[in-house]
């Protein structure tokens, strides 16, 4: 006896017979167990309680397609159980082909839709069948569809046909000479709010592909839409068009009564306390040089480690070999370590000399001294300055900002960020999620950018071959030699730079752990 609940497909051959293979008997001979098990939520309508004639009726319903009625005492069989599948082509036959049982059976007709349900706004006073109007033998009831819908195979076993429609199965040739109809009628609401589903999904994908269209006519998109190059020639020049606006705006400003006396009550620069040192130490030149290093690379690996999708090589703690990362993070996370250790040398030292009162605001003045001097670089009449002594109270918040603010925060999220925090303190990461720390640690990088930019800029305008001198040599001269040494600076970095590779990067990381490929 084959198992009515074996749910056949396609043949695996041109002319094949459906798969899986069921035993083949006489239509006359064999009867059909009825379904069982629970009705679908579709069915909600269908009585409780049906015969198994009826139960046979909504087995073959469920091919949902059009099948065409034997003739009696056609001889025909088919497979016991056989499920048919939607034809392959506009008004052909279910899929597989084959005679449907004749004798003995129920055979459905499903005519096409009618042309009154073809809308969305449906009709439903046709919907109920009820049991004790039973039709003449020989009627037929229709499958109903929204729109030419094509129903598919059941989602779960003794369920209706997917997706649900509104469903009256009548049975014909009944050996009495009677018939009964079927109430299986499916709420129309869900074919409706099936098709407002649809209009919806089509009305958002319209709006994502206008604001799609919108977005490119933006300053950013239209900056992805072009080659590297013209992102850089085009940012240039718009940069140079705020600059001159910019210019125009602040001499229009400072030629104001009001800003002009504020201006000279301000003139940008904050007196110094009397204990104050004068001039730059040797060791600040070091210092500078290897912040300069750190600092660049750390920038170039954090980069590329937004970039990276596939590492060409991973590291692994020697204690941990489970915990690998890319190559490039433990690179980044080097970098950061050193730059960590130069930062504490460099603070140490700044206090033991007492340069940290020429970077440490002392008086609440830096304030309106900084709006002064921001007002006179924008009109470009720069403020006096002479760095060897003081610097301008603009200077002085910048540095102030990058030693103890920015530094400290890319330390702490970088730290949070990296293999190094302990994963398994629950409530600790609950104080501090990762979120957090990427939300901040990223911005901090593009501060560090611009800070560097207008370092080097105000650095070359202001006097270069004096200032190149008070950074690097620690004297207050005017010669070549501060130049020369920035520029050999600059060549480490530049070469340091192209060494950063997987060649040069993996012999110093398998001092330190394993690298492998994968």
Known sequence: MTSHTVRRGLPRSPGGESWPHVVSAPADSTKTTPRQGAQSPGRSSVQSALSSEAAEAITVADATVVAE???????????????????????????????????????????SVPSELESTTLSTTSLPVKEEQRPTPGTVETVRSVNGLRRGLPRGVGEDSWPPLTVTVTTLDEPDGSAFAIDATTVLDQQLEAVSESET????????????KLARLTPVGLFKGLPKVSQILLGVFVAVIIGGLAIIVARLVIDIPGVSQFVRAFPGITELPESAPVGLPAWLGWQHFFNVFFMVLIIRTGIAIRREQRPTAYWAPRRAPSAKVSLTVWLHQSLDVLWLVNGVVFVVLLFATGQWMRIVPTSWEVFPNAISAALQYVTLDWPTENGWVNYNSLQVLAYFTTVFIASPLAAITGFRMSGMWPTTARRLNALYPMEWARAIHFPVMIYFCGFIAIHVFLVFTTGALKNLNHIYTGRDVVDWLGFWIFAATLAVVAAAWAALRPLFVAPIARLFGPVTSR
């Open 201 to 212: 999904t089509s009305t958002e994908s319209v709006g994502t592909e206008a604001s799609t």
């Open 69 to 111: 009625s034997a003739p009696h005492g056609s001889g025909t069989s088919a497979p016991v159980g056989l499920r048919r599948g939607l034809p392959r082509s506009a008004g052909g036959n279910p899929w597989p082909d084959g005679a449907l049982p004749s004798a003995g059976r129920k055979i459905i007709q499903v005519p």
